[in-house]
T-cell receptor, first 112, second 114 residues
């Protein structure tokens, strides 16, 4: 089955700096890669996603890049703010209505 | 409702007892998923419903776990003979059918087995 790994497990950045979080996956059939943000006591919230026919997607301060050959994808957050502090999960699946396989998560801390 | 609602938000039960966890998906969402999240881990898939039927229950850890969705809306996750290892946050998510892959998660039920 699919195996998704995230590195590093924690990341601390200064407010205003950029943060990059990387994920690798094992199943070459995976074609959908979402990123979720989870705040304490809440469920994961989808922040951006990318499909395998696209190499990059941007949404304001957030972007995701995908390298299918290397089987890795990354979340890029620019101009970080304290409210970006949370746990971020990457995930992968084979498409509509199939289960997501999540990474273990990374705790991002943005220092004011 | 506006989002996915899960009740109760917290449940403490004694080892060996039976528990039911409820999920109300977003109105009109036909796909419903249950995940389990242990401390410091990502969510792990348990079961997926498309309408009333379980399309994939491969993530249920053993036969103590069972889930239903009799009318294609509300779902109940049932755990028999609870064990301390069942302690986790149980998350429910829903999505619209046919390719809308962005789940909306509820806030979860924190289950503690003592």
């Amino acid at each position: 089955g699919e195996n998704v790994e995230q590195h590093p497990s924690t990341l601390s950045v200064q407010e205003g700096d950029s943060a990059v979080i990387k994920c690798t996956y094992s199943d070459s059939a995976s074609n959908y890669f979402p990123w979720y943000k989870q705040e304490l006591g809440k469920g994961p919230q989808l922040i951006i996603d990318i499909r395998s026919n696209v190499g990059e997607k941007k949404d304001q301060r957030i972007a995701v890049t995908l390298n299918k050959t290397a089987k890795h994808f990354s979340l890029h957050i620019t101009e970080t703010q304290p409210e970006d502090s949370a746990v971020y999960f990457c995930a992968a699946n084979r498409g509509a209505n199939s289960k997501l396989t999540f990474g273990k998560g990374i705790t991002l801390s943005v220092r004011p | 409702g506006a989002g996915v609602s899960q009740t109760p938000s917290n449940k403490v039960t004694e080892k060996g007892k039976y528990v039911e966890l409820r999920c109300d998906p977003i109105s009109g969402h036909t796909a419903l998923y249950w995940y389990r999240q242990s401390l410091g881990q990502g969510p792990e898939f348990l079961i997926y419903f498309q309408g009333t039927g379980a399309a994939d229950d491969s993530g249920l850890p053993n036969d103590r776990f069972f889930a239903v969705r009799p009318e294609g809306s509300v779902s109940t996750l049932k755990i028999q003979r609870t064990e301390r290892g069942d302690s986790a946050v149980y998350l429910c998510a829903s999505s619209s059918s046919q390719g809308a892959l962005g789940y909306t998660f509820g806030s979860g039920t924190r289950l503690t087995v003592v």
